[in-house]
């Protein structure tokens, strides 16, 4: 009897996170799923099952095909051009020149305050009109006219992968950073004994040793990507038309702007199914991968 | 070390101040444009102020609600911060220390969690908030964010695993109970990763956009990050008063950042390393 009730007052310990789970998590999900087969539009009580309906509707909704294959891209185009920016930063900052407290500062702060934020000072910058910051810029150094930063489709898709990507390489060196000062010395040491020269010493040293790190920083890079919403919502509101929309964004958009629950359930569950994909290939791969150097 | 090796080290400094000026830039841009009139912002935004001038800043605190919406922020995050860390720091509790298949159980369930977006279940979670009457009340929002409490599980769990079993086995020989074992000998010995979670969930509920946005809205419940979102179209024009509303905005952040920022690199170097 004392045993049961100890082990009682052991599980009372995990009866608040499992409500809050089930309730706030799962509970959604599995409606979610349920609702994506109906014609739900949040108002009239009588909903039928339509079968695959929704489904098939998302491959013919502008917005939600455009809103998939801009998320895609930006998720990609971002965790790309961090890994090839964070990577070198990284070991410039693990060097130890003077002003390298000031420059670790600098890179690491806008990881901090909020995409929205952020996205919004940017937005002065990259203005289209020819008051913006940088088409004064290129106006009074090189004599080029106003450029559409924000408003023509491919460099609207392009400009908010670049302040994303000033956002948040930052921290991604750091997290480099950890794994390079976690590589003891003397591997360089006797590499240099051995007459490795720094640019063998990094190939064949430093990089197969930085693998896991970037399988974290990767995943970390995927799943955030996809998840995108503040940065081209503040920079572009999703324009022009719907070519910066991200899948957050068309979700809200369909879903509670338009009521239409059916159709953004059936995308909530698209959503999911590819951050689970993305997540279990990256993984996968990459964890091959540290093998192979290794 | 060699005075060539120095050399070169100087060389760093030189090479990556471009860079670090262009990451700088956009912050030097809204501070500078503080300072200045509509006009002279228009006419030089990259120059200093022709006339330093100080009135945006009053005008600010007179015309915008910013200190409410700092309050609001303040007492969301507090609040669902504490209520994160306690939550997820109980259930690692019976998890390490009392495993069974029950517990087994709880923490395959959590682990899903980790692949499931808030996005994914936010159609249904809208119309739950809304039958629960929790929409357009802070509380409501920091009973949403509790669900955070699954990642500050899982970071407590892998630390607790590296508390001697010996010590809650002496306590019970003492007369300790379940729940006083907890609280008076391991919750007390979680205070380094407790820190790292109260980082790591501050910063996402502060900046937190989307929850807000769908969650709260009358202005007087309004997050900072939600005021500056409102800010951006009542000053579409104005850019000077705008800025010094990002700014302002930024000073707390800044301060966070100076104080916090080796918890924060101590923290992404652990999750990290253990992958």
Same mark, same amino acid.
Not at chain 1, 256 to 260: A, G, L, R, V
Not at chain 2, 44 to 49: C, G, K, Q, Y
Not at chain 2, 161 to 166: D, L
């Given at each position: 009897m004392v045993k049961f009730v100890r082990q009682l007052q052991f599980q009372l310990f995990l009866l608040p996170i499992l409500a809050i789970y089930s309730l706030f998590t799962i509970y959604p999900l599995i409606k979610s799923f349920f609702l994506s087969f109906t014609n739900f539009?949040?108002?009239?009580e009588a909903y039928d099952f339509i079968g695959l309906k929704n489904y098939v509707r998302i491959f013919s909704d502008d917005a939600i095909t455009s809103a998939i294959s801009y998320t895609l891209f930006f998720t990609f185009g971002k965790a790309l051009l961090v890994t090839l920016l964070a990577i070198p930063l990284a070991m410039i900052l693990d060097q130890k020149f003077l002003t390298r407290n000031i420059h670790r500062a600098i890179f690491f702060f806008? $990881? *901090?305050? $909020?995409g929205l934020l952020l996205a919004y000072i940017w937005g002065f910058i990259l203005?289209? *009109?020819? %008051?913006?910051v940088l088409n004064t810029v290129l106006r009074e150094l090189f004599n080029i006219g106003p450029q559409p930063w924000l408003s023509a489709p491919l460099l609207a898709k392009l400009s908010t992968i670049v302040v994303a990507t000033w956002a948040i390489t930052g921290w991604h060196a750091v997290l480099y950073l950890a794994f390079l000062q976690s590589i003891p010395k003397d591997y360089y040491e006797a590499a240099s004994i051995d007459g490795a020269n720094r640019l063998q010493q990094i190939r064949f040293i430093t990089f197969p040793l930085l693998a896991p790190a970037m399988t974290v920083s990767v995943m970390l890079l995927l799943t955030g990507g996809l998840k995108v919403f503040e940065i081209p919502f503040a920079l572009t509101k999703g324009g022009p038309g719907y070519e910066t929309y991200s899948i957050t964004q068309v979700i809200v958009l369909r879903g *509670? %702007?338009?009521?239409?629950y059916g159709l953004a359930s059936a995308m909530s569950i698209v959503f999911f199914l590819i951050v689970l994909a993305i997540a279990i290939f990256q993984v996968t791969v990459m964890q091959r991968r540290e093998q192979g150097i290794q | 070390m060699t005075k060539t090796f120095k050399k070169r080290l100087w060389i760093l400094d030189i090479l990556m101040l471009p860079a670090g000026l262009i990451a700088f830039f956009p912050f030097y841009l809204i501070i500078v444009n503080t300072f200045k009139t509509m006009q002279d912002a228009a006419r /030089? +935004?990259?120059?200093? +102020?022709s006339k330093w001038i100080f009135k945006n800043y009053v005008q600010v605190f007179e015309e915008t609600s910013i200190l409410r919406s700092f309050l609001n922020s303040l007492t969301i995050t507090a609040c669902s911060v504490v209520l994160i860390v306690l939550i997820g720091a109980m259930a690692a509790y019976p998890v390490v220390f009392n495993a069974n298949r029950l517990t087994r159980f709880a923490m395959l369930y959590l682990l899903a969690g980790f692949m499931i977006p808030f996005q994914a279940t936010l159609i249904p979670l809208f119309q739950l908030m809304s039958d629960l009457h929790l929409i357009d009340k802070i509380y409501g929002l920091i009973i949403l964010y509790m669900s955070g409490s699954v990642f500050v599980f899982f970071l407590m769990t892998g630390y607790m695993? /590296?508390? +001697?079993?010996?010590l809650p086995e002496a306590a019970v020989i003492d007369g300790c109970s379940v729940g006083g074992i907890f609280w008076r000998i391991i919750f007390p010995l979680l205070k380094p990763i407790t820190i790292t979670s109260i980082i790591f969930q501050t910063m996402w509920i502060w900046n937190d956009f989307l929850a807000p946005m769908l969650f709260l809205n009358s202005s007087s419940k309004s997050t900072l990050v939600l005021q500056i979102y409102k800010a951006k179209g009542e000053f579409t024009v104005d850019w000077p008063m705008f800025m010094t509303l990002t700014v302002i905005t930024l000073v707390p952040i800044f301060i966070f950042f100076i104080i916090m920022q080796k918890h924060i690199v101590k923290g992404i170097a652990a999750g990290a390393v253990k992958g």
């Open positions: 539009d949040g108002y009239t806008p $990881s *901090i305050p $909020s203005a289209p *009109i020819g %008051s913006g *509670i %702007s338009e009521t239409q | /030089s +935004p990259m120059a200093l +102020p695993k /590296s508390i +001697p079993r010996e």
